[in-house]
């Protein structure tokens, strides 16, 4: 259960407590980046000491895995953006940079792992549970895996597709749709007659743009993440393609125009992905 709660805890700490700002810049707010990860991880380690190890020395468990956790955290974060600075990657190669997103994820996690290994003396044989079934989990734990599985996919998932789509223009979150209108005006019929059909014709394109709050569209990805990984739970995926559908025709205008169709389909791939990942992962763990 304490393991499930320090990762639970890093989760909250990196996608709830920190700002935009922070993320942009996290060596000028390095001591609020310590700060949050320090209380956190501190007060769930606090709260386990003082009900189920209160035997266990404090200064060398609770005091040397707090440090571990949070100077390990700093340590990769700097590491990572140094190496960003160093091979200085252009706005179009996004993939590169969700990889190392989720690199930067997957060793916060192996420094939890060892944390709890080292300084904690917990079994982290809950890892062969979750892959084996070996025993099964306790409702707690379930819960916490639950919890986890929901903030991977709103929270976690909606920053790794906001990663993906960083190279689109700012317009296309707000483009409704491409508009053609044509006025053709021709010569009396006498002039016809004599001179042949003379007409003129003009053609008028307009671009619409909606100061829409883009916060809705956050909303909608979270909710929509959520529906895939309940149905994949419960292996509904015939009704996923509702999702798809429903998508499309509220967007059905904006597809005539080719950057937007391609914007809108890396987004919603990407976010089918994700959840469909995770609803079966809670499905083997918990079934």
Not at 99 to 127: E, N, R
Not at 240 to 265: H, N
Request: net charge positive; hydrophobic share 50%; aromatic share 12%.
């Amino acid at each position: 259960m304490l393991l499930l709660s320090l990762v639970l805890a890093h989760l909250i700490a990196d996608f709830y407590l920190q700002t935009d700002e922070m993320v942009r810049d996290k060596i000028k707010n390095i001591k609020k980046h310590i700060g949050h990860h320090f209380l956190v991880n501190g007060l769930v380690l606090v709260v386990f000491f003082l009900f189920y190890f209160k035997d266990v020395a404090v200064i060398k468990n609770l005091t040397l895995s707090l440090l571990f956790i949070v100077g390990s955290h700093v340590v990769i974060d700097i590491l990572k953006i140094k190496l960003l600075d160093t091979i200085k990657m252009n706005k179009e190669e996004n993939l590169k940079r969700l990889g190392f997103f989720l690199l930067d994820q997957v060793l916060h996690m192996v420094s939890i792992l060892l944390a709890s290994k080292l300084f904690l003396g917990i079994d982290i044989s809950i890892i062969h549970k979750l892959i084996l079934h070996d025993g099964g989990l306790s409702t707690l734990n379930s819960g916490l895996f639950i919890l986890i599985i929901f903030i991977l996919a709103t929270s976690v998932g909606g920053h790794m597709i906001k990663i993906l789509l960083g190279s689109f223009p700012n317009q296309l979150l707000t483009f409704e749709g491409k508009f053609v209108f044509k006025n053709e005006q021709h010569e009396d019929y006498t002039a016809k007659r004599t001179n042949g059909n003379r007409a003129l014709t003009e053609e008028y394109n307009y671009t619409i743009f909606s100061k829409h709050d883009l916060s809705r569209g956050k909303l909608i990805g979270y909710i929509e993440r959520l529906l895939v990984l309940v149905l994949t739970y419960y292996s509904a995926y015939p009704a996923i393609g509702f999702i798809v559908a429903a998508k499309s025709i509220a967007r059905f205008k904006q597809m005539d125009d080719r950057d937007w169709a391609e914007y809108f389909l890396l987004g919603t791939l990407s976010s089918m992905f994700i959840g469909i990942t995770l609803g079966i992962i809670l499905r083997e763990v918990l079934m």
